[in-house]
């Protein structure tokens, strides 16, 4: 069992900070102003505001900042403040050894992907995929309150409606995964993931559907999706098509891939790039129940 982080209180601090995309400050104040009505102190880090290309800062700026924000034993959780791309490009600089005896909360999705795969995978402690500053003006209430439920202690428990492809079943098993672009992209790097009796969640935004089907191919020609406890389909938002149409959906792509498997499979999952995007803790273990009326996820 990976360890969970403690639980947040009120007058903690949290760190907001950029692994990824460039950010302004105007930008991530909607969400300060949701965390100080928490309860929470919250403090800047020094790669927002900062420009270098697309990114918040250079390469060693942003990875000085996550590691401060590591460091620092007053910081109780760390908000990555929006994503795009860049972590991958900080992320091996970093040094865990304050973080693995003083455990704190990494909050973030989409590019951030490479920290709860690294986090989870190698250091041993969970992490939350949920919703970041750059998306809390667009987040439903119960976007924001599953955020606030996970870092204070309250574990969330999701039931939704059934979808069409689902494959019914019951599975148990450590949630781990996220963005499949980046899952795909550190396939066969020593950030890359073993699935085995895990339930695998997958979301993506803005690609082509031929590239779902690569992606997907390489999952499962590298033994990614065989042993599998389950497996849970977040969004896939924005999918493209080539002026020859590929001829199916992203869900039906993933379908056809893990057809020849038996774990129970989730579509549409209010998670990913979308205004409910509903928290999801990568390193706990969860029940995951797909019956044909609903699904559970707990």
């Known amino acids: 069992m990976l360890l969970r982080p403690p639980a947040l209180k009120e007058g903690d601090l949290v760190y907001i900070l950029s692994t990824a995309r460039k950010i302004t400050q105007e930008e991530i104040q909607p969400a300060i102003r949701i965390f100080e009505s928490w309860g929470l102190k919250v403090r800047i880090g020094n790669s927002i505001g900062k420009e270098f290309r697309q990114f918040a800062g250079t390469d060693t700026d942003r990875q000085t900042d996550f590691q401060h924000a590591i460091d620092n034993p007053e910081v109780k ?10 972590t991958v490009r900080m992320m091996d600089e970093v040094n865990y050894d304050a973080f693995m ?7 973030g999705f989409s590019d951030v992907t490479f920290l709860h795969v ?16 750059f998306n809390f003006p667009k987040a439903t209430p119960a976007s924001i309150e599953s955020v606030r439920n996970e870092l204070f202690g309250m574990r969330n428990e999701f039931e939704i409606g059934s979808n069409p ?8 098993g450590v949630l781990i995964g996220g ?3 980046i899952l795909y992209s550190i396939t066969g790097t020593k950030s890359g993931i073993n699935t085995s009796g895990k339930i695998l969640f997958l979301e993506d935004l ?9 992606m997907m191919m390489n999952l499962k020609r590298s033994g990614k999706l065989q042993s599998l406890a389950g ?6 938002t924005d999918m493209k098509d080539n002026r020859v149409p590929f001829g199916c959906t992203a869900y039906d792509i993933i ?25 999801l803790v990568m390193g706990r273990k969860y029940n995951l129940e797909v019956r044909s009326d609903k699904v559970k996820l707990y």
């Open 118 to 133: 690294h986090i989870t995978n190698i250091i041993g402690i969970q992490t939350l995929h949920a919703p970041m500053p």
């Open 231 to 236: 497996l849970v389909v977040g969004s896939f």
């Open 206 to 214: 803005d690609e082509y559907l031929y590239h779902i089907d690569r």
């Open 77 to 86: 959780a760390i908000i990555c403040a929006r994503g795009g791309y860049g």
């Open 165 to 172: 492809l689902n494959r019914a079943g019951n599975a148990e």
């Open 255 to 279: 379908a056809e891939h893990v057809a020849a498997y038996h774990y129970p499979v989730c579509y549409d999952f209010p998670a990913g790039h979308i205004s409910d995007n509903l928290a």
């Open 101 to 107: 005896k003083h455990p704190k909360w990494v909050v």
């Open 179 to 181: 963005n499949l672009s």
